[in-house]
């Protein structure tokens, strides 16, 4: 592996890192993510395209707005970096391919999902319904249209009636959201998916039982799991099946 691509990937990753950030920031409130320029949420002063620069914009100021002097959260760049790294994760998994790009896109998808779930509690349509039909366009070149499909309709399927017996225990958003994973990574991807988000969901829900013992049921927002899993699934889903269908 050279140099070079690794600095064109790092570098796209943390472009898309800086636009993941303007997605969470406003999509949630139905704002639109093209226009106005970025600015920051204090002053309101328009950023200049030196104060957008990625990571290194937020070390130069020292983590605080040019303009206001407000300091500026640390997860802005901690966003772009993960972005960076979710890219070349699926770049040493999957070189140089169309599946490359349909994983860094679902990184994007996952990534803004994951952290919007944790800010507002939801997955927002405007995330979801699109996701659903790039996966499914991409499927042509990657897993195969059908598989996608497949994997849409089940994951999606199986979560929808999961949402409907819970009674609201399980959002709208959780059940759109499977329909993007299945739509990036087939059947087999959503197994993968499934069983992990569950496990870590319980894992965590235990740990939380334990922690919170004041026995305040507090509903575990399921979204950022699933983000987790299905990043993981689209990388490993074959070698994870291998291992699991091998235990028996
Ligand atoms: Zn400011």
């Known amino acids: 592996m050279d140099t070079a691509a ?12 800086s636009f993941t950030n303007v997605i969470i920031a406003r999509m949630p409130a139905g704002e639109s993510i093209v226009s106005p320029p970025s600015h920051c949420p204090y002053c309101h002063e328009r950023l200049k395209a030196v104060d957008l620069v990625p990571v290194f914009s937020y070390l130069f100021l020292r983590g605080r707005c040019r303009y206001c002097q407000e300091s ?9 970096i993960l972005c960076a790294l979710l890219f070349i994760g699926v770049y040493l998994r999957w070189g140089l391919t169309i599946t490359t790009i349909s994983g860094c896109i679902f990184s994007v998808i996952l990534l803004a999902v994951a952290f919007i779930d944790i800010d507002h509690g939801i997955i927002p349509d405007r995330l979801t319904y699109p996701g659903i039909i790039i996966g499914l366009a991409l499927s042509f070149w990657t897993l195969g249209f059908l598989p996608a499909l497949y994997g849409t309709l089940a994951f999606g399927g199986l979560m929808f009636t ?3 017996i819970s009674n609201g225990g399980m959002g709208g958003g959780d059940v759109k959201l499977a329909a993007v994973i299945g739509a990036f ?5 959503s197994a993968v998916t499934l069983l992990l988000a569950c496990f870590s969901g319980a894992i965590f829900g235990v740990i939380i039982m334990a922690v919170n013992k004041t026995g305040r049921k507090t509903p575990i927002k399921f979204g950022p799991f699933l983000a987790v899993s299905a990043y ?5 889903a074959d070698t994870i099946t291998l291992w699991y269908l091998g235990l028996f």
């Open 72 to 80: 500026i959260s640390l997860r802005y760049p901690l966003v772009e």
């Open 6 to 17: 690794y600095l064109i990937i790092i570098t796209v990753g943390l472009l898309f890192g």
């Open 232 to 236: 993981i699934a689209f990388l490993f």
């Open 185 to 189: 990574t087939g059947i087999t991807g």
């Open 162 to 164: 999961v949402a409907f």
